[in-house]
Each structure stands twice: as structure tokens, then as C-alpha cells.
């Protein structure tokens, strides 16, 4: 709007000015109550605006408000790359599947371990004849030859059973009408062996003479002075002269099986002792003779028992 009169009006912008002017001067006229300020220049809006909007910056913290939000707030975490968690994030490729043939042939390829050398172990045995201790084997003899423990079988229940039958019934073992009623025995090398030595050394004798025969050699097996296994102990010294244990082992005739019925019979009562009949004949004995000899060693033993006819000695 322009003024009148010559007077410049007084726009909107000039009457809401803030800052104030030392040289404006108000004039009331009789004019409608108009104000007018003259020798007051006209100020633009854009400072008008400028001036209107003012930032204030936040003050800056003080060292001690730094340190007590530092201590109350811990340190602060470790930023880690974009990338690198875009990566941590990203699933897993599946891992790659051989084809079986390929398995099978790097399986068969693929050589076997070597075998761990045997460890060298003492092995004891008895003491030889006439010396009280058994001497100590030399470091070089167990390198030479190692020795490997080998536990012993566990009993089967199989022959417990039947240890527990004989030793219920050994009232009945010595005798005729028992053998005839066992089924043919059949066995390993050391029932044919006993079962050889009975043929041979006491078929013809009745059934207590055959039992009594069979301790014999099974005491010698378990004394510790002789083999400890029924073939060594019926062939021990045979092909030295006058060193046979068994007068049929080096009597210089062979050994031919020429009774069956002799050969089951003998083989039942093999059978029956190893498989753990009970001893009680001839009190331990470990000799024996025919009544037809006198041998001399006979006078430095004692008599145990005469069962048919053989002489029995411990």
C-alpha cells in the first residue's frame, strides 16, 4: 500500500521488527490513529526471516561429566565391518559329497599300519631238576625271543556241567555197567594220546585199573616236575635207551589199534578224566608197575595202592 501525502507507509514486515531503531520517531496524527516512524529504513524479509530463526548449539560437556558417563556407561563395543557380518551371516555351503566308488577306492588304496612289535615279557617256569631258582633270563634273550602271556580259556558251561555230573557221580565212575552206557568219546591230540597209553598200557584191566592208570599220567601233567601236557608226558625219553617213561613208547613194535571195542572202551575213560573226573584211586600217585616186574627204583618209593595188576607209588 502506498502512503499518502508524501509519507512513506509503515509496512507489516517494519511493525513486527524486533530490534529497535534509537533514531525512530512516533508521531500520533489526528489521521485515523496511524503511527508513523520516519527516518526508518525499510528492512527486507529475508533478514526479517534470518534473524527470526536462530540456533542455539548445545554446550559442551565438561571433562568431569566425560568421565562419569564413561564409567557408568563401560567401553564402548567394537564396531565390526559391514561386511564382515554380511559374511558371518551368510549360510553355509553344504559340504561336498564323494561319490561311493571314489570312497571305496581311496579306502582300498590307503595302506594298512604297520604292526607294533611284540613287548618282551619274562615268561616263569619251574625250577629245572636240582636247582632251586629259576634263573634270571638275559636282557638280550628277550629281545631274541618275546614272550607273550596268552590267558587261559574261560570254562564253558558246557564243561562245568559236566565236571559237576562226574564229581556227583564218582561212586559210579569205576565201573563197567557206567562205561557201557557213555556215548563214544571222541576228542583233541591229548585224548587220542591218553587214550593210546590206556590201550596200549592197561586195556586188559578192568575198570578201576584204567581210571587208576589215567591219574597217573594226569598227576604227572599237574606236578610240576614232568611235561604239562598229556602227549609230552607219554613220550617223554622215548628214543634214549633205558629213558622210557612208557615201556609201549620203546618197545620197537608199532602202534596198531587192532580192537575197536578196546579202543571205545579206553576212549570213554579218557574222555571222562579230562573232562575233570575225580582223582581218588591211587592218593596222587606219579609210578606205577605191572606185578610180572620189580623194578628197583620200586624200594625208594611209597606204595599207594594194587589196583588189578599194577603196583601204584608216590
Known amino acids: 500500500m502506498a502512503g499518502s501525502e508524501g509519507v512513506p507507509a509503515i509496512g507489516f514486515a517494519n511493525l513486527l521488527s524486533p530490534a529497535p531503531n534509537p533514531a525512530a520517531r512516533t508521531i500520533t496524527s489526528t489521521m485515523s490513529s496511524r503511527v508513523f516512524v520516519p527516518d526508518l529504513p525499510a528492512v527486507p524479509r529475508s533478514a526479517y526471516l534470518a534473524r527470526a530463526t536462530v540456533t542455539m548449539p548445545a554446550p559442551e560437556p565438561k571433562p568431569l561429566d566425560l568421565a562419569t558417563r564413561a564409567s557408568a556407561s563401560g567401553p564402548m563395543p567394537k564396531l565390526v565391518p559391514l561386511d564382515e557380518l554380511r559374511a558371518a551371516s551368510a549360510p553355509k555351503p553344504a559340504p561336498r559329497l564323494e561319490p561311493l566308488e571314489t570312497m571305496r577306492q581311496a579306502s582300498a588304496a590307503r595302506p594298512l599300519p604297520a604292526p607294533r612289535p611284540a613287548v618282551a615279557a619274562i615268561a616263569v617256569s619251574a625250577a629245572p631238576r636240582g636247582m632251586g631258582v629259576v634263573p634270571k633270563a638275559k636282557p638280550l634273550d628277550l629281545a631274541a625271543r618275546p614272550v607273550a602271556f596268552i590267558p587261559a580259556p574261560r570254562a ?17 565212575l569205576h565201573s563197567e555197567k557206567w562205561i557201557s552206557a557213555q556215548a563214544e568219546a571222541t576228542g583233541g591230540d591229548e585224548w587220542e594220546c591218553l587214550s593210546e597209553a590206556l590201550y596200549f598200557e592197561a586195556r586188559g584191566e578192568k575198570a578201576p585199573g584204567l581210571f587208576a592208570v589215567a591219574e597217573v599220567i594226569l598227576n604227572r601233567v599237574d606236578s610240576g616236575r614232568y611235561p604239562d601236557n598229556v602227549c609230552d608226558v607219554i613220550n617223554q625219553g622215548t628214543g634214549r635207551k633205558f629213558a622210557c617213561q612208557f615201556s609201549y613208547t620203546c618197545d620197537g613194535r608199532p602202534e596198531h589199534v587192532d580192537e ?3 579202543w571205545e572202551r579206553v576212549g570213554k575213560v579218557a574222555r571222562a578224566m579230562l573232562d575233570g573226573a575225580p582223582r581218588t584211586l591211587t592218593d596222587g600217585a606219579l609210578y606205577y608197575h605191572t606185578s610180572f616186574v620189580s623194578p628197583s627204583w620200586s624200594q625208594t618209593k611209597a606204595e599207594t595202592a594194587l589196583i588189578g595188576t599194577h603196583h601204584f607209588y608216590r
Not at 156 to 172: E, G, M, S, T
Request: aromatic share 4%; proline share 5%.
Open 156 to 172: 564253558k558251561p558246557l564243561d562245568l556241567a559236566r565236571k559237576a555230573y562226574l564229581r556227583a557221580n564218582a561212586d559210579l
Open 260 to 262: 575197536h571195542t578196546a
